[in-house]
């Protein structure tokens, strides 16, 4: 049974910085580019940042320069770092594990975590 299981979100003040780090199992990480996507109140579900097996990235145009992934194949972890966050950062932050870096189809989701930023 594949899981991701994301974690590290929380409350935080404008300015500040917050990293999200997502674990997966039941799965041949290596084989998956991972993926954050956020989802804000009353909007669509978008994708923020992507990275392929080999490290490759790709990131939302609004999030370069603020917003860095990476993942570490030995410990099937990727990781958010989120910096200079604004109030409209907030939203629930998703994992995700897909085929090909730049393919929209998301094979399987984590559940979420909640990211606050307060003005």
């Known amino acids: 049974q594949v899981q991701l299981v994301e974690s590290g979100g929380g409350l935080v003040q404008a300015g500040g910085s917050l990293r999200l780090s997502c674990a997966a199992s039941?799965?041949?990480?290596?084989?998956?580019?991972m993926g954050w996507y956020r989802q804000a109140p009353g909007n669509e579900r978008e994708l923020v940042a992507a990275?392929?097996?080999?490290?490759?990235?790709y990131y939302t145009h609004s999030m370069k320069g603020r917003f860095f992934i990476s993942r570490d194949n030995a410990k099937n972890t990727v990781y958010l770092q989120m910096n200079g966050l604004k109030p409209e950062d907030t939203a629930i932050y998703y994992c995700?594990?897909?085929?090909?870096?730049?393919?929209?189809?998301?094979?399987?989701w984590g559940r979420g975590t909640q990211v606050t930023v307060s003005s």
């Open positions: 995700a594990a897909k085929i090909g870096l730049y393919n929209d189809y998301v094979n399987y």
């Open positions: 990275i392929s097996s080999g490290h490759t990235t």
């Open positions: 039941g799965l041949t990480f290596g084989g998956y580019a």
